[in-house]
């Protein structure tokens, strides 16, 4: 039953097919007032056509908010996922999970400006994105009314939205008429690519026809590109010496990722709602700073600290694919993470070259490693071996009365 009670809504909205089939659906079926929100999270698309199509379906000016929001998505969430290694299932780096709370705060904020009834997404009823965006909703806003077209309307089907769209003369993309291989979703971290072709998870991925931020391994330079990574307190600050922004410096690492064909995953993964979805992802930039980071942390963390830390990582990594980004325990873990990582500075080289990242040297002011303590030549006393004897005892102890004979 439609709720009369709603008259703004605040949409999240790309100004693609679905987004705008949504905001004529929402007018029709709720009589209210719209307003559009489109971020610039670095999908690597202008954005301010998505004015023009909100101004053209009749969307007020002062209701049509676009924004850059590469700098804050990096910083504040992308950087801070990082210092945790975060790996969902162990393969995925959560290129779409992480830009989900990001969109969903401006929302909130923006239905606070403008005095909105409820807020509005594109997510279907079969993702993930529903639920992301709904917790960040209710985390920041409880009493908010959200409006999720994809479990309420008929429109069940790509041919649907387009006769739909037609009907309202709502302009349709080209590529949306003909019967695409695959549908992507992309931010400055990464870009899945999912649906159709890749449906079926014995047919091999044509990454010829897929990837679009990256070559394929097998195109890649016969040549490795050097690379050096500074760390500053857990986060990359420079980029071969030279000092860049967050946004600014996870682009020079798509570039040069990018280029060696470093980053793509082809990935079953569990959805929160349940099911299996298989995807292609690529994050070159991601995986270039994931690798040289671990190195980093190798040298500077003590081991307990470190191991603590991965311990607790699939744990942080399943917060974040599933929605619990503004929950308090990841605000509780991240504060742990973000302690440990103060001790993460220092220099990281590594060569790229054909989908690997290898690493070749790394230093810190912070480093734990002792030279004269590992060293296989004399040591000159600073390490007595035969301490090793009474520390295998002990340990050994419990093992040797259990198989004791009594």
């Not at 014995?202 to 931020?213: P, V």
């Not at 220092?346 to 810190?364: E, H, M, P």
Request: proline share 5%; aromatic share 8%.
């Amino acid at each position: 039953m439609t709720d009369k009670t709603i008259n703004t809504v605040v949409l999240a909205y790309s100004g693609g097919l679905d987004t705008s089939v949504i905001l004529r659906w929402l007018r029709e079926t709720y009589d209210c007032e719209v307003v559009t929100f489109t971020a610039d999270i670095g999908q690597g698309e202008e954005v301010e056509p998505a004015r023009k199509k909100a101004e053209m379906m009749g969307v007020k000016p002062e209701h049509i908010f676009i924004e850059d929001l590469r700098e804050e998505f990096v910083r504040d969430y992308v950087f801070p996922m990082f210092r945790a290694n975060a790996l969902y299932e162990g393969t995925y780096l959560l290129g779409t999970s992480i830009a989900r709370p990001l969109i969903a705060k401006r929302q909130i904020e923006i239905a606070r400006e403008v005095g909105a009834d409820a807020v509005s997404h594109g997510a279907t009823g079969k993702g993930n994105d529903q639920v992301r965006f709904e917790l960040g909703y209710y985390a920041l806003e409880p009493n908010i009314k959200i409006i999720a077209p994809w479990r309420e309307w008929d429109l069940t089907s790509r041919e649907k939205l387009v006769e739909f769209a037609e009907k309202h003369q709502i302009p349709i993309p080209r590529d949306k008429r003909g019967d695409p291989p695959f549908s992507q979703d992309a931010n400055l971290l990464h870009i899945s690519s999912e649906g159709k072709v890749l449906e079926d998870p014995w047919e091999e991925a044509d990454m010829d026809l897929i990837l679009t931020r990256m070559v394929s391994p097998y195109a890649a330079p016969d040549r490795p590109t050097e690379i050096t990574i500074d760390f500053a307190a857990g986060d990359p600050v420079a980029v071969n010496g030279e000092k860049m922004s967050p946004a600014t410096l996870l682009e020079k690492l798509n570039e040069l990722g990018g280029a060696n064909g470093i980053g793509m995953t082809d990935i079953v993964e569990n959805r929160f709602i349940g099911m299996k979805s298989r995807g292609v992802y690529e994050t070159p930039g991601g995986t270039v700073l994931f690798h040289m980071r671990r190195a980093m942390e190798s040298l500077t963390l003590e081991r307990g600290a470190m191991h603590q830390k991965d311990e607790l990582m699939p744990r942080y990594a399943e917060m974040i694919y599933n929605g619990f980004w503004f929950a308090p325990e990841r605000e509780m873990l991240q504060a742990a993470i973000d302690q440990a990582s103060q001790r993460v500075t220092g220099t990281v080289r590594a060569k790229l070259y054909k989908g690997n990242v290898i690493i070749t040297g790394r230093k810190s002011p912070n480093s734990l490693y002792d030279e004269a303590i590992v060293t296989f030549e004399d040591d000159a006393g600073a390490y007595d071996q035969r301490d090793a004897e009474g520390f295998i005892r002990l340990n050994a102890l419990r093992l040797r009365l259990g198989k004791r004979e009594h």
